[in-house]
Structures are given as C-alpha cells and as structure tokens.
C-alpha cells in the first residue's frame, strides 16, 4: 500500500500526500491509487478531480513505497562486460546506450550501468541476483563471461548480440545481422574488381567478431575467391593497427574488410605510413559508421549497424517480458552499406 510522501517539495515546503490529494478531489484514497496506477476503474469525473488535485498540490507519488507494494525495484541493469577504455572510447556503445536511455524515458525504470569486465562473478553478480533490479540487458559479452549466466537465471535479461549457447530456447536476444552485413561489405569490394582481399576481425570469443568473419568468408566463396589473411584487431584502434602490420608482413592486398570503424583508423594509419594510398593502392570497407567514419580522412565506406535501434528494441524486448508478455525469443536487426570515400 502506498505511503504518505515525506520528500520536500521544490519550494521547501512538505509534500502533499495521498490523503490530501483525495481529499482535495473529494474521493476516497483508494480512488487516487487506481489513478496513479493508470486510470483502471475510475469514472471520468472522478478521474478528472483527481488529477487537478494533484496537479493543484505538485503531488509527488512517493516511488519507494509504490516499488515496496508492487515487489518492483523499477530500476534496470545494463550490464557491459569491458573494461573502462573500451566502453568509453567505441561510439558503439554510446549509441546503444542512447537507445536504451531514451526508450526508458517514458517509463518508470532508472538505469543501473555495470561495466563489469574485472568482476569474477562476485560483486556485480551479486547485487544483481539480490534482488535490486527488475530485469538487466547484456551487451558486448565473451565467451569468458561465465558470471553472466547467472544473472539470466536469476532476473530476466535481454542480450545484446546472440548469447553464447548451444541451446538458445530460453534466451532473449536481439542482435544485428552481422553475416549478411559482412558479406555486403565484402561483395562491394569484389564488385569493385578487388580479388586479393583481407581482413581484419573483431574478438572471436565474441559472436559479433565470429558472425563477421564468417560473413567475409562466405561471399569470398560464393565469388570463388580465396580469402586473404585475417587478423585479429581486437575492436580498437590499437589492434586494428597491429592487424595492418601483420597482414602487409604478408603482402600488399588489393582490399581490407575491416570489421569496424575504430579497427579500420588504425589500418589506414599503417597503409599511410607504408606509403600507400587508400582507396588507390588498398581499398577498405568497415563496419559500424559510427561517427568516426565521416570525421577521418579519407571517409570510411562503411556497413551501417543500427546500433541506437538496437537499443531501443532490446527494452521493448525486457518490458515486455516484465509485463508478463511473450516477446520473440531473437529479434534481428538489418544492416545497409554506406559507399564514401575508401573503398
């Protein structure tokens, strides 16, 4: 049962209360609960009196006691498990986290950010199955990320990419088509008259780094190509840089399918450096086209991942699933290749 407010009011006087609000309205306490839980079974009149009074009173409903009576904690985890650098430094996660955020707006939830790379299972873990959050969503998980397991057994979880299963029944999911986004990449420069094509991958513990790979080496088949090199860059600039350097150790391509835009800076730093020109001596199609595509010289060819809608649509997936709906277990996200300048 909901509690008379004690928070101060922005003026610094104190709140009003439930009470005051039904009696302001002339309607019963109960009449002023229904209202604040959505207008069920209220009459229109009453309805109206209602909210004027409140209205009249800056009535506040108080969230603690609400969340006591509903068993709610009305907060979600977004649960990152990456080290700081790498979430504050791939524009992938600032416009997930953009989706996530303004999807949640309209809603009574809070968002609770994990970054939890470091932890064994222990402290994040913990305060999760604890009962502190309703519901969590999982973004930019590894194979080594054990610990996750438990928080999808203990809370309901949306993952952000497809879980690391064999048996994908019980899980919610949403991810983006990162096969076919590779494989339009990788056909844009075969289009191109490119044969000799490499490439530069993301984790392989990750099932985005694996899907885009396998994309690659799916339409250089269906081309009847022989895939080039390919290196691992880890999602960053750095081992983007590394991966360049391994795979001109090993000859000059004519073309790189670099699986992000971060990786792909990198590779085009080590081609200018090598003396090479991109688009003329080596061409490049990346993926993401985050906002570092259209800020480097020359401007990236990259596949659009719709990482915002993404977002978004993974809470539509977790609210759904707390109202007690049956959401679809894998919602698929399409990707579309934008031509500029490298390829």
């Known amino acids: 049962m909901e509690q008379p407010s004690t928070i101060a009011s922005p003026r610094g006087a104190a709140a009003a209360t439930i009470e005051e609000v039904a009696a302001r309205a002339g309607v019963s306490r109960s009449t002023v609960s229904r209202v604040l839980g959505g207008g069920d ?19 506040v409903p108080n969230r603690a006691a609400r969340s006591l009576a509903s068993r709610q904690t009305l907060a979600i985890a977004l649960v990152v498990p990456e080290d700081t650098t790498r979430f504050f430094g791939d524009p992938f996660f600032a416009s ?5 955020n303004e999807k949640l707006a309209s809603t009574d939830y809070l968002l609770n950010l994990f970054i939890a ?6 402290k994040t873990t913990n305060y999760l199955v604890g009962g502190n959050v309703d519901g969590a969503l999982i973004a930019s998980h590894h194979a080594s990320n054990t610990f996750l397991e438990r928080i999808h057994r203990a809370v309901p979880v949306v993952f952000g990419g497809r879980p690391l299963v064999a048996d994908l029944s019980g899980y919610y999911f949403v991810d983006v088509d990162n ?12 289009d191109r008259g490119h044969r000799r094509i490499a490439t530069i991958t993301g984790p392989l513990d990750m099932p985005v780094g694996s899907d885009r790979l396998q994309g690659f080496r799916a339409e250089m088949a269906a081309a009847g190509l022989t895939p080039g090199p390919a290196e691992d860059g880890d999602f960053t600039v750095d081992g983007g840089t590394e991966a ?14 670099v699986a992000s835009d971060l990786m792909a800076r990198g590779a085009i730093g080590v081609l200018r450096a090598a003396g090479l ?11 993401d086209d985050s906002p570092v595509a259209t800020t480097m010289t020359p401007r990236l060819t990259t596949v659009r991942q719709p990482s915002r809608e993404q977002g978004e649509a993974m809470v539509d997936v977790l609210l759904a699933r707390l ?7 894998a919602t698929i996200l399409h990707t579309e290749l934008v031509i500029r300048e490298t390829a």
């Open 277 to 287: 020109r991109v688009p003329e001596d080596v061409a490049i199609v990346a993926f």
């Open 117 to 122: 790379s470091g932890d064994p299972g222990d």
């Open 41 to 59: 079974r209220v009459s229109p009149a009453a309805l109206e009196s209602v909210r004027r009074a409140i209205d009249e009173l800056n009535y």
């Open 323 to 329: 109202a007690g709906a049956e959401p679809p277990h």
């Open 244 to 257: 360049m350097q391994r795979i001109l150790a090993a000859g000059v391509p004519e073309a790189v399918f």
């Open 96 to 100: 997930l986290v953009t989706g996530i």
């Open 179 to 190: 096969v076919e986004g590779a494989r339009i990449g990788t056909r844009h420069l075969i």
